[in-house]
């Protein structure tokens, strides 16, 4: 018994002992292809003349971002002023949908065309109150262009705030080989909520997709189409293919790669000043040895072109 467990035994302990390394393969081709996706801005928007920011907590012992985004400014004469807003203030809803971070906020004013009236939701110290506010609607400054937000490290896809629905992000591309896509989801599709949660502004949304998800690992998102109709995906974050670069179980043998140089390397019984067996390719040519002493190399075998015919007469 013990005669037949040695050679399985000793296999066993060569490959715990084996060491492997890889290396990234280059990203596919489309990565950096959502460069430069813009969109117009639209001739009126809203405007209430604030000025906001997440809302950090002040504690160095627990830094956390709350609800809502604390106001910063309040431009005179603004609706925001008449309506009393004042810096220090915290803005929980705007006319029923909260706004936890600042491009919410920018989207749902952004899809204002014209004045109209909106009841925002107020932290003031302890107390939380409602008051009412008339949007005023400005041109944009010069010939002002959004860009998407793009995240192409995680689901490799562009998102722009909607104007409409509570202000959700659109998927508004998909590069190839994106993990949304191959999950199912398309563009146009309205991203309702990321892992259980509301997804925020498309900013707030790719700035989770970078905190939250690692290379490769598992999330899901609840997304709706054009037709209303809600499905959720589940999909990996998208995470660099590896290759086997090095193996090695010293002194058995050792093989390594280098595709940039075109280089392998095959060495048995690596006794330091000594191996039993060597074969090294560099580019087209293979080298060989055995014992260090006979060596032989080859290469790759080409054609020959024809030799030109002789001139007539000559």
Do not use: K
């Amino acid at each position: 018994m013990s005669r037949t467990a040695t050679p399985a035994a000793a296999a066993a302990a060569c490959l715990l002992a084996a060491c492997a390394s890889y290396e990234a393969l280059p990203p596919p081709p489309g990565l950096l292809e959502l460069e430069g996706i813009v969109a117009e801005e639209p001739e009126q928007r809203g405007w209430i003349g604030l000025e906001v920011e997440a809302n950090e907590s002040d504690s160095l012992e627990d830094l956390e971002i709350r609800p809502g985004v604390r106001i910063t400014a309040v431009a005179p004469g603004s609706p925001a002023e008449a309506a009393g807003l004042r810096p220090g203030d915290v803005l929980l809803t705007f006319a029923g949908v909260r706004t936890d971070d600042p491009g919410r906020l920018e989207s749902l004013l952004r899809g204002i065309h014209q004045s109209t009236e909106a009841l925002l939701r107020i932290e003031r110290g302890t107390a939380v109150y409602e008051l009412p506010l008339t949007v005023e609607t400005r041109s944009p400054l010069g010939r002002a262009r959004l860009l998407y937000h793009v995240d192409r490290a995680r689901v490799r896809a562009a998102f722009r705030d909607s104007e409409e629905e509570g202000a959700f992000p659109v998927i508004a591309r998909l590069a190839a080989r994106s993990p949304l896509a191959e999950a199912g989801a398309r563009e146009g599709d309205r991203v309702v909520s990321f892992q259980g949660r509301d997804p925020g502004s498309a900013a707030e949304l790719v700035r989770r997709l970078r905190l939250e998800l690692r290379p490769g690992e598992e999330a899901r998102m609840r997304l709706r189409g054009p037709d209303g109709e809600e499905r959720e995906v589940r999909f990996r974050a998208w995470s660099p293919e590896r290759r086997l670069v090095s193996f090695s179980a010293w002194p058995l043998w050792t093989w390594r790669r280098d595709d940039q140089e075109q280089r392998e390397s095959l060495v048995v019984g690596d006794l330091l000043l000594l191996s039993l067996f060597r074969r090294e390719r560099i580019g087209h040519e293979t080298d060989y040895a055995v014992l260090s002493l006979i060596r032989w190399r080859t290469g790759e075998a080409l054609l020959e072109s024809s030799l030109p015919e002789a001139e007539e007469g000559g």
